[in-house]
């Protein structure tokens, strides 16, 4: 399984960016069969996953810091996940990355968030 991340950047606290990420090579059964997750990491933690979503889109859920601000979608047709990012603070700084909820072993190399004035 590959992913591809893209998206980040460097925004003032209160800006938005959207991540995407690509995803090929899923064993065994289609990307729209697997929930997937947005993580994220920043130096000296581990990773923790803020968003998921289920295979049909019709459940959604995010961690407690990002609630009210991210949503998580997807496009099967297009094997990829979406993560709209608003109201952004300082705190949302990390490399972020998407997997499965379950995550497979491999990683994508991430995208770089930056909130800073």
């Known amino acids: 399984v590959q992913f591809v991340e893209s998206g980040g950047g460097l925004v003032p606290p209160g800006g938005f960016l959207t991540l995407s990420c690509a995803a090929t090579?899923?064993?065994?059964?289609?990307?729209?069969?697997?929930?997937m997750s947005w993580y994220r990491q920043v130096p000296g933690k581990e990773r923790e996953s803020v968003a998921v979503?289920?295979?049909?889109?019709?459940?959604?859920g995010y961690a407690d810091s990002v609630k009210g601000r991210f949503t998580i979608s997807r496009d099967n047709a297009k094997n990829t996940v979406y993560l709209q990012m608003t109201g952004l603070k300082p705190e949302d700084t990390a490399l972020y990355y998407c997997?499965?909820?379950?995550?497979?072993?491999?990683w994508g190399q991430g995208t770089q968030v930056t909130v800073s004035s």
């Open positions: 997997n499965a909820a379950v995550p497979f072993d491999s």
């Open positions: 090579g899923f064993p065994y059964s289609p990307f729209s069969s697997y929930s």
């Open positions: 979503i289920t295979g049909d889109s019709d459940v959604h």
